[in-house]
């Protein structure tokens, strides 16, 4: 089955500066990408997606970027603030009905001021 | 804000007892799924549910199970509660193939 490895576990920068997480993952066949926030006490939050049709995607401060050949997709946050510090979850799935969402284990941002 | 609600949002049980979670679906999306995020993990993929019917399941133990009820609205039944089982329990919903809204959650705590 699929198995999804996110990278780093951590990661700590100042306001202003650039965050970048990785993920990698194992089969082939998934084709869909999110990327989830979770603040504390709350559900994860769709924050930005993208599908393997698609090697680069933006929206404002966020972008993803997706290498199918190397099985591999990162989150690029630009211009960090401090509000941007949560627990940031890369997955993959093959989109389609009954099909889930692999969850890679999480990286904890904190951007300080 | 998703839409989504579940309740309760924090209970206690103890070992050996049965719990029932509940979620209301974002209006308009037929398909709701559980998840399971042990502390400092990713969600796990429990099971999905499509107009009624459970079309896909996680590596989870048949004794959780769940309902979907033709409002959309959604169950999560756990018996024998064992204390692993404490965690917290997403529900999430969307349409067929769409993007995935998740709840607040559930937090189980088994003592």
């Known amino acids: 089955g699929e198995n999804v490895e996110q990278h780093p576990s951590t990661l700590s920068v100042q306001e202003g500066d650039s965050a970048v997480i990785k993920c990698t993952y194992s089969?082939?066949?998934?084709?869909?990408f999110p990327w989830y926030k979770q603040e504390l006490g709350k559900g994860p939050q769709l924050i930005i997606d993208?599908?393997?049709?698609?090697g680069e995607k933006k929206d404002q401060r966020i972008a993803v970027t997706l290498n199918k050949t190397a099985k591999h997709f990162s989150l690029h946050i630009t211009e960090t603030q401090p509000e941007d510090s949560a627990v940031y979850f890369c997955?993959?799935?093959?989109?389609?009905?009954?099909?889930?969402?692999?969850f890679g284990k999480g990286t904890t941002l904190s951007v300080s001021s | 804000e998703t839409g989504v609600t579940q309740s309760p949002t924090h209970l206690i049980k103890t070992r050996g007892q049965q719990v029932t979670l509940r979620c209301s679906s974002q209006?308009?999306?037929?398909?709701v799924s559980w998840y399971q995020q042990a502390l400092g993990q990713g969600p796990q993929f429990i099971f999905q549910?499509?107009?009624?019917?459970?079309?896909g399941r996680g590596n989870f133990p048949p004794r959780f199970s769940g309902l979907q009820f033709p409002n959309y609205s959604s169950e999560l039944n756990v018996n024998a509660l064992e204390l692993d089982d404490s965690a917290l329990y997403l529900c999430?919903?969307?349409?067929?193939?769409?993007?995935?809204?998740f709840g607040e959650g559930s937090r189980l705590t088994v003592l």
């Open positions: 997955a993959a799935s093959m989109h389609q009905a009954g099909t889930a969402l692999i």
């Open positions: 999430a919903s969307k349409l067929s193939v769409g993007e995935l809204f």
């Open positions: 549910y499509y107009r009624e019917e459970e079309n």
């Open positions: 089969d082939s066949a998934s084709n869909y």
């Open positions: 993208i599908r393997s049709n698609v």
């Open positions: 209006s308009g999306h037929n398909t």
